[in-house]
């Protein structure tokens, strides 16, 4: 079964093909187009900016999609069309949804609506199929929208165990790099700052690990945030501008946000004793965060799955949606004209 997958959720326009059978799933194209720069100037992603390139680029993107799959451009042999329905910028989902319901109609074609946060958990079965012996599995889901600790019984099972009560993480970083004077996004320039921080400087940094000890597996990255901006407010102009405190600020804002998401992922596999542990999203790329974690957690159990995708898989991308809607087809819809964008919806507890 040959899926076209479209995920136009945040800034990045991205489709892929991918091709599923029973026994693998192979990726044929995997195109991104990304629309960083263009946003770097507002310090984060301007949604009707990003709805304008969508349109823009869609058709652009889903040539080079076809072409890198060997796919003919008129009349391909796609068996269904996967669409993220959400959660996502509303301007941005609906620009997706309404290419791919042209699409649909026009080559006669089901669609298929994923939810881009189950498609970062279901990414997994390209590498390792997602079967019984996986689950439970605790997946930590970390972007610039959400960070979410789920348990996974199974495709289709999940249940929240806990979320920010606030800013999500990526959130949290972009924004506290922009204080810092780094450009968006602000995650991959704070982790490359926080590898030049000196080991033995005067200047001393100490920010809170928020919600570090609480009994639940929320989070609140908000006034970290703060706990940012006023240090920097209390510097001099020449220290806030110096390297050594750019670069150990960044290191500590990591270094938080790293502490609070180990403990409570850590906390939740020996809770929920799980087999597995799933990372996706944005910040999930970072890789203090893959090293620290993978540390604590064979600590916990050495014989836990780490099903760490590859960083590209990581951020957004059309092959997990590909992925997802293979794994779903209980979800498949023969008329198209009925999908409705989820906006900011998270993900939601099922059976
Ligand atoms: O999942 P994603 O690509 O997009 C959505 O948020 O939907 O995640 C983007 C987020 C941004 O906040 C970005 O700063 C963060 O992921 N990010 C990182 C890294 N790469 C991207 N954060 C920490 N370390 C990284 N290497």
Redesign the pocket.
């Known amino acids: 079964m040959n899926i076209l997958a479209i995920d136009t959720?945040?800034d990045?326009t991205s489709i892929a093909v991918i091709k599923g059978n029973k026994n693998r799933i192979e990726i044929l194209s995997n195109v991104v187009s990304s629309q960083e720069k263009l946003h770097q100037a507002y310090g984060g992603v301007y949604p009707s900016l990003a709805k304008r390139e969508h349109l823009k680029n869609l058709p652009l993107v889903l040539k080079r999609a076809l072409k890198k799959a060997g796919l003919d451009l008129e009349k391909p042999k796609i068996d269904a069309i996967a669409i993220t329905t959400g959660p996502?910028l509303e301007p941005c989902l609906w620009q997706g949804i309404n290419f791919a319901e042209e699409l649909a109609n026009s080559w006669r074609k089901p669609i298929i609506p994923v939810h881009?946060l189950e498609a970062h958990i279901l990414v997994n079965s390209l590498d390792k199929k997602l079967e019984a012996s996986v689950f439970p599995a605790i997946a930590l889901l970390?972007?610039?929208?959400?960070t979410q600790l789920i348990l996974v019984k199974g495709v289709g099972k999940y249940k929240i165990l806990g979320e920010t009560r606030d800013d999500?993480?990526?959130?949290c970083?972009?924004k506290t790099?922009r204080v810092l004077g780094l450009s968006?996004?602000?995650?991959?320039q704070?982790?490359t700052q926080a590898t030049k921080a000196p080991k033995n400087s005067k200047l001393k940094i100490k920010l809170p690990r928020p919600m570090l000890h609480t009994k639940d597996y929320d989070f609140s990255f908000s006034g970290l945030k703060t706990a940012v901006l006023y240090d920097w407010k209390k510097r001099s102009k020449k220290v806030r501008e110096s390297k050594a405190y750019i670069s150990l600020m960044s290191q500590e804002i990591?270094q938080s946000i790293i502490d609070v998401l180990v403990k409570k992922t850590t906390k939740a596999v020996k809770d929920y004793r799980a087999k597995s542990v799933i990372i996706g999203?944005?910040?999930a790329?970072?890789?203090e965060?893959r090293k620290q974690l993978k540390k604590r957690l064979l600590i916990v159990n050495n014989k836990l799955n780490l099903l760490f995708p590859p960083?590209n898989l990581?951020?957004?991308n059309a092959v997990m949606i590909g992925v997802a809607a293979f794994l779903r087809q209980d979800k498949i819809l023969k008329k198209t004209g009925t999908l409705k964008a989820i906006g900011n919806q998270k993900m939601k507890n099922s059976s």
């Open positions: 959720s945040c990045d996502g881009h970390v972007s610039g929208g959400n999500a993480a990526g959130e970083l972009d790099a968006y996004p602000g995650g991959p704070i982790a990591q999203g944005g910040v790329c970072n890789t965060l960083k990581c951020t957004d």
